[in-house]
């Protein structure tokens, strides 16, 4: 008798299965096993909020697999042990509701667990220590998807038909979408503002550089602009070179720099952003990896806590333990007296579990190196130093300010100094900015020795000019911060958002900075004009507590949902009657300055230059709407037919508004090699489009840019080695095989013999060696195995790994391996005798280039991502009523000639209606 434990992933599954022993079996959901389909109705709220959930081919065969699981095991307990968050909890939530519809769960306990970290002893204390599922955080789940859903499906459709070009619109991506556009908005209306500062060269009467800084001028405390311009700062500068001056006061204190406390989600991809480069998706893939756990030695390990939280605090052993560590490793001076405890300040933290922290503080980043990844062994260094850093002794710092007077005390100037008197935690861990340049100034900052009353040496006085600057674009680092602090989503789902809103194109990254697309600007001018309280600040985070209230029970969902729906229905509502002119007005007023800027000559931003030139009267440029997007057009329309596109990309061959192609120079060949912007995103193109001999059009060689690679940077010579692409990168030691570098659909990747593995966004296409390739392909899982040749035609026979799990394959015919069989111990009679037992032939696909050989091998290109499961659906189903589906030539023929055969065999009611048979639906699905 086995109890059943069910988690999320695959690899959890193994560990888990490890620690727990015999007596459990442990299966993976693979994530949510069903969510809402995506069409209308799916949420109904004239039904108070019913909802419709859906589940695909994947999910129904992993909760197929539990609930047999269930039943052959003689389970007595089912163990729910999804992630510790509100989605972990609807995973759960949804896996139960299926299984009671199967009726696979009488006798069974149901029981809900939960562990932070994968460690033996994290899993037995779960185990022991179960609950029953949450109902106030399911109801939050529902209540989330629900208004995600609800805005989605409403408010897209309206942006199709008032802003053509738009793609949809999300009840958080466009808050945060305005952001970004706002932060745009106030970058192009900054006008830089002149301001000066003064600052003299100073000698102690022992001869000891210093610098400072004039403060004082004419009796008045100076302020950052009391000195505009260049004639203001020479007076002060020549009040300065005329006065002598004494040490007035010298200032002297210490204070305490406290270590920060360890991560929470958004801290850990602010500083992964700031100090290693990755952005939130790929902080937080990482992470999974490491929760999931890494092979030390032979055993699978979970190297770090659970990675979506908003907690700070840290189990009492595991402070402990990190206390100790500091102890032995840097000295009892390092160690406070008492742990430090740390509290959460986000609103209502319903995903406050305990902060990111390793698993085993013993396992430090030198130890485990060997074993992970590069981007793995980056993050865990710095999960690991700032989790034992928050636990040790503050830094104390030395500041010394210094004040000098002249003779009347109308001109001041002020020196300052700051050193480390006890690094503290410093030693392990720089949190910020402040904390880096404390370090690489230290001793720059010090102040020599100093007493009041002394006359230090004037040497050289400078005026500097300086200039306010813009704010920043935001970064993901930035951002995400900014999306903290005022409340707007939830950890877990800060990737998605950035990510959303790059996959739409409303936004792009450039030098790590979000720089909004027209099209994005576009849909926020239009939200804002029209919709402005659901894209408001405010008014998003006011949600955002009150789907914590739910989560906390202090709220009914479906009240909270009646609420929202009544003006959010009514808001749409209002936009029914709006015509096209009135989102066009609205739109060329808000985004009129940043279309039009002023021009340095003071012409109009607005004249048309077509009617300039012809001197036309009343040509003035705004914004048009057509049926494709947005678009600069003149008011003289028909008359004049003056257009200039947007900076959203659109037509083939585009880089941005107003450049078309950029050529970066000729191929060996003579032709133009150019960086181009298409319809999929930037490419490479070699020479033009034309003609053959005889007259039929050709297409010119073309090579997408791989993302992440610059195209304002890109090269003639990169250019090239994309285009003739695939890259040689070297000879595989054990195979003999040829190891190279392409782009395909899904991205760059590596492929040697059977195996292929996709590079990582660290990785360079065009650079990547043999040692980084063979660590990819190390972990690379083979597509195929050819085991021989068939002995009746000495066509080649394969073991192929497809969606469904692993296939034998002969020509056409395919033939599942049996449960829990792997694909590398078939031998080739095996796979011979499974072939004629239970092979099934691949149907010819309509419209995969005609009949027979040709069609057959197209089918049997896209069943290996399918797998032989569907092509049974298609070509082996028996039709209702009859024998001949059945029949080894039924079977073997092509799904239409089974349609053909079904009536045949059938009732005259069956033959009048063939393709209402069994036979028919499969064919159309697979298809």
């Known amino acids: 008798m086995t109890d059943v434990v069910v988690v999320e992933s695959p690899a959890k599954a193994k560990t888990i299965n490890k620690y727990l022993g015999s007596g459990y079996r442990v299966l993976a959901s693979f994530g949510h096993v069903r969510d809402l389909p995506p069409k209308d109705g799916s949420v109904r709220p004239e039904e108070d909020f019913a909802m419709d959930w859906e589940s695909d081919d994947r999910g129904e065969r992993q909760v197929k697999e539990i609930a047999q699981a269930l039943k052959s095991g003689g389970s007595r307990r089912l163990y729910l042990a999804t992630d510790p968050d509100r989605e972990g909890e609807a995973i759960s939530w949804h896996v139960k509701q299926m299984l009671e519809g199967r009726r696979a769960l009488k006798g069974v306990e149901v029981h809900r667990i939960t562990f932070n970290e994968i460690t033996k002893r994290a899993i037995q204390h779960a ?14 789940y529902m209540a989330r998807r629900a208004l995600d859903y609800l805005v989605g499906f409403t408010l897209s459709p309206v942006l199709w038909r008032k802003l053509p070009g738009s793609r949809s619109a999300g009840r958080v991506q466009s808050v945060a979408l305005r952001l970004i556009c706002e932060r745009e908005a106030e970058i192009e209306a900054f006008r830089p503002r002149e301001y000066w500062t003064i600052e003299a060269n100073f000698r102690t009467p022992a001869g000891a550089p210093f610098l ?69 998706k790929a902080t937080m893939s990482v992470a999974q990896q490491l929760y999931e756990g890494a ?90 130093k700032r989790a034992v850093a928050s636990q040790m002794q503050s830094a104390e710092l030395d500041q010394t300010a210094v004040d000098l007077a002249d003779e009347t005390g109308r001109t001041r100037l002020r020196a300052t100094g700051q050193v480390i008197a006890f690094d503290g935690y410093l030693k392990l861990y720089r949190e910020d900015i402040d904390d ?145 002119s009135d989102v066009i007005d609205a739109l060329d007023e808000d985004l009129g300055p940043h279309f039009f800027p002023e021009r340095g000559d003071g012409a109009n931003p607005r004249g048309c230059p077509v009617c300039i030139a012809e ?17 600069i057009g003149c008011s003289n329309y028909p008359e004049c037919r003056y257009t200039r596109p947007l900076v959203v990309p659109g037509a083939d061959g585009e880089t941005d508004a107003n450049e078309g192609p950029r050529d970066l120079g000729r191929a060996p060949s003579g032709e133009v090699v150019s960086v181009r912007r298409g319809p999929y995103g930037l490419y490479a193109q070699l020479g033009e489009a034309g003609t053959d001999e005889k007259g039929k059009p050709t297409k010119p060689r073309r ?82 195995v050819v085991l021989g040749n068939h002995p009746k035609d000495g066509a080649p026979v394969e073991i192929k790994r497809g ?48 009949r027979g050989a040709r069609g ?72």
């Not at 070179?241 to 929470?264: C, D, H, Q, S």
């Not at 001197?615 to 997007?629: D, I, Q, Y």
């Not at 209702?880 to 005259?908: L, M």
């Open 803 to 850: 969606r469904f799990g692993p296939y034998a394959q002969h020509g056409s015919t395919v033939a599942s391996l049996p449960r829990g069989t792997e694909m590398e111990a078939v031998t080739l009679d095996q796979a011979v005798a499974l072939l004629t037992e239970k092979g099934k032939v691949l149907p010819a696909r309509k419209g995969a280039g005609g």
């Open 127 to 140: 185990i022991e220590n179960p609950r029953d599922l949450d109902a106030p955080l399911i109801d939050a």
């Open 615 to 631: 001197k036309r009267e009343g040509g003035r440029l705004g914004l048009r709407l057509g049926r494709t997007g947005a678009f």
């Open 295 to 384: 092979d030390i030695g032979g055993e699978t390990v979970g190297l770090i806590t659970y990675m979506r939280t908003d907690g700070v605090q840290m189990a009492r052993e595991a402070i402990a333990e990190i206390r100790d560590h500091v102890r032995d490793a840097f000295g009892r001076d390092y160690l406070p007296v008492a742990a430090r405890e740390y509290a959460t300040k986000a609103k209502n933290a319903q995903e406050a579990h305990e902060a990111i922290r390793p698993t085993d503080v013993t396992r430090t980043p030198a130890e485990v190196a060997r074993y992970l990844s590069p981007e793995q062994r980056r993050l865990y260094d710095l999960v690991w």
């Open 212 to 280: 400072a800084r004039l403060t004082h001028h004419e009796g008045k405390k100076l302020d950052q602009f009391d000195l505009p311009d260049e004639a203001s700062a020479l007076r002060a500068k020549a009040a300065v070179e005329a006065g002598t001056f004494t040490v007035a006061a010298v200032e002297k204190r210490r204070v305490k720099r406290n270590p920060p406390p360890p991560f929470t989600t958004s801290t850990l991809q602010q500083e992964a952003s700031r100090k290693l480069g990755m952005g939130a």
């Open 703 to 784: 090579a997408s840019l791989p993302r992440g690679m610059d195209a304002d940077t890109l090269t003639l010579e990169r250019a090239l080695a994309l285009l003739s692409m695939p890259r040689v990168v070297g000879m595989h030691p054990d195979s003999g095989e040829e190891i190279t570098a392409n782009l395909g659909r899904f991205g760059p990747y590596l492929k040697s013999g059977a195996l292929s593995v996709s590079l990582t966004p660290g990785d360079d296409i065009l650079a990547i060696g043999m040692n980084r390739a063979m660590e990819l392909l190390a972990n690379a899982k083979p597509r195929g």
């Open 856 to 927: 057959r091998t197209k089918a049997g290109a896209g069943s290996a991502e399918a797998g032989p499961k569907a092509t049974r659906k298609a070509a082996g189903m028996k039709a209702a009523g009859t024998k001949a589906a059945g029949t080894k030539s039924a079977a073997r023929a092509p799904a239409k000639a089974a349609v053909k055969a079904a009536p045949k065999a059938g009732s005259a009611k069956s033959a009048a209606k063939p393709r209402r048979t069994a036979a028919a639906k499969p064919r159309t699905k697979a298809r």
């Open 436 to 580: 880096a340049r404390l370090a690489a100034d230290d001793e720059n900052k010090t102040l020599p020795p100093m007493r009041e009353g002394e006359r230090p040496k004037r040497d050289a006085v400078a005026a500097n000019q300086h200039f306010t600057q813009p704010p920043p674009r935001y970064s993901e680092a930035s951002l995400v911060k900014k999306m903290e602090e005022l409340g707007i989503g939830r950890p877990s789902t800060y990737a998605s958002i950035l990510q959303t809103l790059q996959d739409r194109e409303y936004v792009r990254l450039e030098q790590r900075r979000f720089v909004p697309e027209d099209r994005g600007r576009l849909v926020t001018a239009f939200l804002t004009s029209f919709f402005e309280r659901y894209v408001d600040t405010g008014f998003t985070a006011a949600l955002e507590e009150q789907l914590d209230d739910i989560s906390g029970g202090r709220a009914d969902w479906r009240e909270v949902m009646r609420l929202f729906w009544a003006d959010f229905r009514a808001a749409v509502d209002q936009t029914k009657d709006l015509k096209i």
